[in-house]
């Protein structure tokens, strides 16, 4: 029974995406239902840290109260769950997973050039995503956040900040276009 239902989620038709006028207006939408109701945008990025926390709090108390990064996380009887961004976080995950089952795109596949393993796609997806989020909290959010809530808000430093995350791609693509060709 359990078999036959997997079976179905991960082989349904695709269905088309969304046309991008429309899904960007839902998505302004949405932000803006963020900023009124909440006071805060969207983003993703401080939940990973606050899990990260959460995670060396539960292995390393005493290094999390000594370090003050995740002592304003995590530090004394804290929990690094409790923040606005965790359930964000977790709908965008549900929610991404929940919208590839009903349009057919749920799939375990691996998008990658016709010059490139398997194993290579996935340890430079891995250390591209480390990188990524390690800037990304280096620049006080992700894409996301610094975009769309900053962006949204006219602020200066998310508009610099995707200005060279745009900059930084096109001239990091000369050097891996290889993997993609």
């Keep these: 029974m359990a078999m036959q239902w997997l079976r179905s989620l991960f082989n349904r038709p695709e269905k088309p995406y969304l046309h991008p006028y429309f899904a960007g207006a839902v998505l302004g939408v949405v932000l803006f239902s963020a900023f009124l109701l909440t006071g805060n945008g969207l983003g993703s990025s401080g939940a990973t840290s606050r899990i990260d926390a959460l995670l060396v709090d539960l292995v390393a108390p005493t290094h999390v109260d000594n370090t003050p990064y995740l002592l304003k996380m995590a530090g004394g009887d804290k929990n690094p769950l409790d923040d ?86 096109y001239l990091l693509a000369y050097f891996v276009r290889k993997l993609w060709l």
């Design 84 to 169: 606005w961004i965790v359930p964000v976080f977790l709908g965008a995950l549900m929610g991404s997973f929940m919208s590839g089952a009903r349009n057919g795109r749920l799939k375990l596949t691996t998008t990658k050039g016709p010059h490139i393993s398997n194993s290579t796609r996935w340890l430079m997806s891995f250390l591209g995503g480390m990188i990524f989020l390690y800037g990304a909290r280096m620049a006080r959010g992700c894409t996301s956040g610094q975009a769309l809530s900053g962006g949204a808000t006219l602020a200066a430093g998310s508009w610099a900040i995707m200005l060279a995350i745009f900059a930084s791609a």
